[in-house]
């Protein structure tokens, strides 16, 4: 376990090159008992790891949800993971993750972990449902030989929130303002880039509520090959790139390409550099905000109040008109 955690600390600092770490865990076998299949979810989501703590199970608390832990005086809400996504675990649930994740610390029971891999996130596919259902975002192949890889599936932790710990924050976007306060010239578009399918909706969400017209994708990579189909109809044109990009909203994580590649791809291109382009990310912390700055975004808005997304976007325009 401490090894795990040991881990967990040191590896911080791989964004600058398309990787990033991936714990791998085990849920038990599925539903017929046949097989036991690994998941996996971005270490810079997880606080810290510890063997499964007695529970408190508060009147009229129904699974997934197990109870509230208390770990070093926080008290935290614990999530049956297994339960999640169908699975049944034959040793028991032994093992605590506690992230950090959306504005929220929760933690998730888990049969067993594994270990931790180094992976490009070009070795990640798009997924928008595997044995998970719902909740699986992505398979990570875990080896460099395709034809014997093992597969991980990484979770979307944003939709099991979003379904387990409802709250009205889809309901608050109103009189966000209209797309013309924004600066926003005739016929451009915000490019917005994220995988996960409720991040996706809340954004769309909160986009037609400001009346930016927009065009969504599920990957870095289909947003960077959108984004340069467009620039050069900008320079056949002879218009600048921001007749036809405002922004680029853009998540971290993501399959193929994540979003300090797709920002360093935007900032390194002479035509392209001053699109601005506006993280928007579950990932907190000091260091993911630094290697914001490093790769030249233009702000970090966490995941998900519409009116603080509306107010970066205002502040990035108005900036960027200046």
């Known amino acids: 376990m401490d090894s795990f955690q040991k881990e967990i600390d040191e590896r911080t600092n791989l964004t600058a090159s398309n990787k ?20 996996g ?14 529970v408190t199970k508060a009147a009229g608390t129904q699974s997934p949800m197990l109870g509230m832990v208390n770990i070093r005086g926080q008290i935290i809400s614990v999530i049956d993971l297994p339960a999640v996504v169908g699975c049944v675990p034959k040793t028991g649930l032994n093992i605590l993750l506690v992230t950090e994740y959306a504005r929220s610390t929760q933690a998730f029971a888990v049969e067993s972990v594994d270990e931790i891999v180094r992976l490009e996130w070009s ?7 595997r044995t998970g259902g719902n909740f699986v975002t992505s398979i990570a192949r875990l080896d460099a030989d395709k034809d014997t890889s093992r597969l991980a ?36 578009v915000a490019i917005a880039a994220d ?3 409720v991040a996706r909706s809340l954004i769309e969400q909160g986009l037609r509520a400001m009346e930016i017209p927009f065009e969504m994708h599920i990957t870095g990579a289909e947003a960077w090959l959108k984004i ?19 922004f680029v909203l853009t998540d971290l994580e993501m399959p193929e390409m994540d979003g300090f590649t797709l920002t360093r791809n935007i900032k390194r291109d002479e035509f392209l550099k001053n699109i601005p382009v506006i993280i928007h990310s579950s990932l907190s912390g000091s260091t993911n ?6 790769v030249g975004a233009d702000a970090y808005v966490g ?8 107010e970066t976007i205002f502040g990035v325009m108005e900036r960027a008109q200046n």
Not at 21 to 33: C, I, S, V
Not at 229 to 241: D, F, L, T, W, Y
Not at 303 to 310: I, S
Request: net charge negative; aromatic share 8%; no cysteine.
């Open 123 to 129: 070795q990640v596919l798009s997924a928008e449902s």
């Open 153 to 188: 599936q990484v979770l979307d932790v944003e939709q099991i929130l979003y379904e387990i710990m409802p709250s009205d924050r889809d309901m608050k976007m109103e009189n966000l303002g209209r797309g013309n306060k924004y600066g926003i010239k005739p016929g451009a």
């Open 303 to 310: 995941k998900f109040e519409a009116n603080e997304l509306a």
């Open 228 to 246: 340069q189909k467009m620039a050069q109809e900008a320079r056949s044109a002879g218009v600048p790139i921001s007749d036809r990009i405002a």
């Open 289 to 294: 905000e630094e290697h914001v700055k490093s």
């Open 20 to 39: 990033f770490e991936l714990l791998l865990f085990r849920l038990g076998t599925d539903a017929y008992g046949e097989r036991s299949e690994l998941f």
């Open 41 to 54: 979810i971005n270490v810079f989501k997880i606080r810290e790891i510890v063997p499964m703590p007695p």
């Open 195 to 197: 995988d996960s399918k």
